[in-house]
């Protein structure tokens, strides 16, 4: 089967730096993203990742290794409005997208 | 317009009765995706459309649900006799085509509470 793990919630603090991993496995691969979303909204697209690497885009980056089935979101100098759910998803060889459940993170003063 | 719309924004009905949601993807988007998500949980995939045609139905919980597509534009999910599991948030999203970086946009969505 087709699996998108990510842990569940992460709580960070105002100012600092967080790490959100993503792990898959899925038939095939064709691109890996990213979206937020925050309480009630719908979500909204981050990052797409298709070769390994760091992408950077200014405060967010996201990091891929298709070797391991692995990527990871990093925020950096957070700020409250961070905090939302954020969902990792992977492309598959039929171009279905295959959704992880999210990574809800808590941002505290 | 410049993003997905759906419509209603909000909708409660009565268990028993049929509801149908619709959706306007951002113009010249050939690909359009139905998601449920229930409160505090991922998205689940209910269907997708490239054109007006369903290339994948295999979301769909049960036979009460339907979808169709027309002039490549417009869509409606229909649940008939709506139960109180059916209440949830719908999300449509579109995209330009359904190629590897084609990006999905959202919708607001449609919160749907079945009494």
């Known amino acids: 089967g087709q699996n998108i793990d990510q842990p569940t919630e992460m709580t960070a603090t105002e100012g600092a730096i967080v790490q959100i991993n993503c792990t898959y496995q899925t038939s095939g691969f064709n691109g890996l993203f990213w979206y937020q979303q925050h309480a009630g909204e719908a979500p909204t697209f981050l990052s797409y990742n298709v070769l390994d690497g760091l992408e950077e885009k200014g405060r967010f980056s996201s990091f891929l290794s298709r070797s391991k089935g692995y990527s990871y979101l990093l925020l950096k100098e957070l700020q409250m409005k961070d905090s939302a759910s954020y969902l990792c998803a992977v492309r598959d060889s039929n171009y279905q997208l295959i959704w992880g459940a999210g990574t809800k993170l808590i941002i505290k003063p | ?115």
């Not at chain 2, 995939?45 to 049960?62: C, E, M, T, V």
């Open chain 2, 1 to 115: 317009g410049a993003g997905v719309s759906q419509s209603p924004s909000n909708k409660v009905t009565e268990k028993g009765k049929d509801v149908e949601l619709r959706c306007d993807p951002i113009s010249g988007h050939t690909a359009l995706y139905w998601y449920r998500q229930r409160l505090g949980q991922g998205l689940e995939f209910l269907i997708y459309f490239q054109g007006n045609s369903a290339p994948d139905k295999s979301g769909l919980p049960s036979d009460r649900f339907s979808a169709e597509r027309t002039g490549e534009s417009v869509s409606t999910l229909t649940i008939q006799r709506t139960q109180q599991e059916d209440s949830a948030v719908y999300l449509c999203a579109s995209s330009l085509g359904s190629g590897g970086a084609d990006t999905q946009y959202f919708g607001p969505g449609t919160r749907l509470t079945v009494l």
